[in-house]
């Protein structure tokens, strides 16, 4: 597998008034498909209330290329960019791309795991963390912290 990828679905309310898709809902897609692909890894809801662990942003930014409009057929590609080897850090990059795989927008997170019970960040991070982030492609550009 290359990445996690998914193709997304506008809505009318994703759109701003000059009818093509408004800069927050990217950020909204990015998050969605964060959370499938942990979910998909097994770090469900459950199993990270159960471990005490959520995942925190530290910074998101969005480099948009090309709008998109409602009807566009748009495919969201995940992966790895960064990642400590401890797993405590990380840093994850969505790419929009159209059919012809044009790039519309990237999105890039860096992130940490924190301990929802301590309030702090993890330390160290769960099993659990480390085997899913392990088993996410990692971009071509990828870099072991």
């Not at 909204?28 to 005490?52: C, P, V, W």
């Not at 992966?79 to 159209?98: C, M």
């Not at 769960?126 to 550009?141: E, G, M, V, Y």
């Amino acid at each position: 597998m290359k990445s996690f990828s998914k193709q997304l679905s506008f809505r009318w309310s994703d759109l701003d008034p000059n009818f093509h898709v408004r800069h927050s809902a990217y950020y909204d897609f990015g998050a969605q498909h964060r959370i499938e692909i942990l979910e998909s890894l097994g770090l469900t809801i459950k199993a990270l209330q159960m471990n005490y662990l959520g995942p925190i942003l530290f910074r998101e930014e969005c480099v948009f290329r090309k709008e998109i409009k409602l009807s566009d057929a748009i495919f969201m590609h995940t992966k790895v960019s960064k990642l400590k080897a401890d797993g405590s850090r990380w840093s994850i990059v969505h790419e929009f791309l159209n059919e012809a795989k044009v790039l519309h927008a990237t999105i890039t997170v860096d992130g940490a795991w924190m301990d929802t019970q301590l309030r702090k960040l993890c330390d160290p991070v769960p099993t659990i963390a480390l085997q899913a982030f392990a088993s996410i492609p990692k971009s071509d550009d990828f870099i072991q912290l």
